[in-house]
């Protein structure tokens, strides 16, 4: 055990140098300039003097790999920096930035998989039917849509026309924090979230209903049917039971592609969460916060993974036992 840990966490932390390395190139080979970015977003003009002393400050002047090494040394004692745009601590901001999305990532991730898998099984015991030609129709057509037009087309319905939800923000415009309910942070979630449903489930959906149909036509189901089992009971003895380790593996595989929808997301309701400060960060070519960001989002998925492996040995006995056999 000792060893699997130890080889899990080496190949952590080589993970956390690729990506950390990969995104400091980019950065170096943007054609966007930060100091040109920074006094922008600050509308202000810098003379050539105040220019050379902020290239200098951010070490803008050092080759690429000083400012690399010199990142990861610092890295290794807690400090990400400080934000070129913002002027304060990267983990403050990230801090502030994942405490809103954690809400609207949640709320997403959940009922991705209880209305994914739930149509999935739906879709697969009707196989040919018309509830299944409805709901794979459903799940090609928003597999191929893009997030951030379901977002738009949500605020026209929902927002503009029907006016029943907010188009915007992560709370009240004018609103103290203080006096900021569940309720008004619950509404501004609602279309944000609805969005990344939409379209998440597609993927759970198709697996999900391909799961059920191989399972209705393996031999121990068709043994069930002679006997004269009912078809809600095959679902209940059998499919569950089958679909729990894909449908997990399927659901925490998807933090990926949840993180990434979620910077779109965000940027079209306009959200002060994670997804918004990675766009502003790469637009702003603000290098401390776009890494921080990047390395918070390379664990994130990489937790996502690692739990769902834990699951699998704690669901599954035979899993367990392969394990050790291994080991």
Known sequence: MTKRIVKELFLFLLLILAVSFISFL????SPIDPVASFARAKS????PSQKQELIKQWGLDQPLMIRFFSWVKHLIRGDLGVSNIYGRAVIDIIREGFSRSILLMALAWIFQGLVGIGLGIVSGANAGRLKDKIIKAYAIIFASTPSFWVGILLIIVFSLKLKIFPSSMGSPVGVLKADITFVDTLKHLVLPALTLILVGVSNLILHTRSKVIDILNSDYVLYAK??????????NKFAFKNLVLPGLSLLFTSFSELFSGTVLVENVFNYPGIGNLTVQAGLRGDAPLLLGLVLFSSVFVYLGNRICDILYLVIDPRLRRMDETRK
Not at 26 to 29: C, E, W
Not at 226 to 235: E, T
């Open 44 to 47: 202000i003009g810098l003379s």
């Open 226 to 235: 002679a006997r004269g089992m009912k078809k809600s009971q095959i679902l």
């Open 26 to 29: 980019l950065l170096d080979l």
